[in-house]
């Protein structure tokens, strides 16, 4: 059996991800309250809370796995790091601006900051593209 060897870059990256599920662990709670009618949304709102929190907790354990191939791929420079932070990255402006799109009262359609969403994805995008060739190319 072959042990595990995380670079440290990529140790640092892993410890700062595992502490954002505590909020993660917070939007849950908060979509208990949504759940039970404690916070007025429309329905488009409430789907959006949804689609938030759960790409934020889907994308910080890819994020953790991706971590591991990261390191080992034989890449280097500019594409180590997007595969390193392209998908924790997106975790981020992903499911920020699935809440941000949707706040203000009473809305129904997204708002201006939808293009966050959008960026996230590309983000993602480019994390998993290079971790993939990464790893094919390794």
Partial sequence: MHALTLSTESRMIAGAVLLTIVTIEVGGWFMTKIARGG?????????????GHGHAGV???????GLLYADATGL???????ARLGVPVAAILMSAGFFAASAGRNATAPNRFI???????LSLAAGVLSL?????TA
């Fill in 39 to 51: 916070v007025p949304m429309t329905d488009f709102q409430k789907a959006f809370a949804r689609a």
């Fill in 59 to 65: 994308l910080v354990l890819l994020s953790l796995i």
């Fill in 76 to 82: 280097s420079g500019v594409l180590l790091w997007v």
């Fill in 115 to 121: 293009w966050v969403v959008w960026i996230g994805a």
């Fill in 132 to 136: 993939g060739a990464g790893l094919l």
